[in-house]
């Protein structure tokens, strides 16, 4: 069984910033790609960044120059972090990991999914 754990949600004024953490336990041999999307109230779930597992990143258009995703291999890891966020993206932020299991098993596990909420 592998999990995700995200964190770091919360409220936060426009302009402001927010870091996501997303940790993965279980019985893992290695983790391929990770991401971060969001689902905003009444719309899709959409990418906003992901990384592989050697360090190369890519992010959506809409967030480049302001959002920066990182991870931390050793710590089973992956890093949102959001600066001068505007209201339209409040959304729930779900974090997403390409996971060989122990057993040798591929899986696609998502985490629970953490509110962001951008309003003054």
């Known amino acids: 069984q592998v999990q995700l754990v995200e964190s770091g949600g919360g409220l936060v004024q426009p302009g402001g910033s927010l870091r996501l953490s997303c940790a993965a336990s279980?019985?893992?041999?290695?983790?391929?790609?990770m991401g971060w999307y969001r689902q905003a109230p009444g719309k899709g779930r959409e990418l906003v960044a992901s990384t592989s597992i050697d360090g190369r990143t890519n992010h959506a258009d809409s967030v480049k120059g302001r959002i920066t995703i990182s991870r931390d291999n050793a710590k089973n890891s992956v890093y949102l972090q959001m600066n001068s966020l505007t209201p339209e993206e409040t959304a729930v932020y779900y974090c997403?990991?390409?996971?060989?299991?122990?057993?040798?098993?591929?899986?696609?596990?998502w985490g629970q999914g953490t509110l962001v909420a951008v309003s003054s």
């Open positions: 279980g019985s893992i041999f290695s983790i391929n790609h």
């Open positions: 997403n990991a390409a996971v060989v299991a122990a057993t040798g098993r591929y899986l696609a596990v």
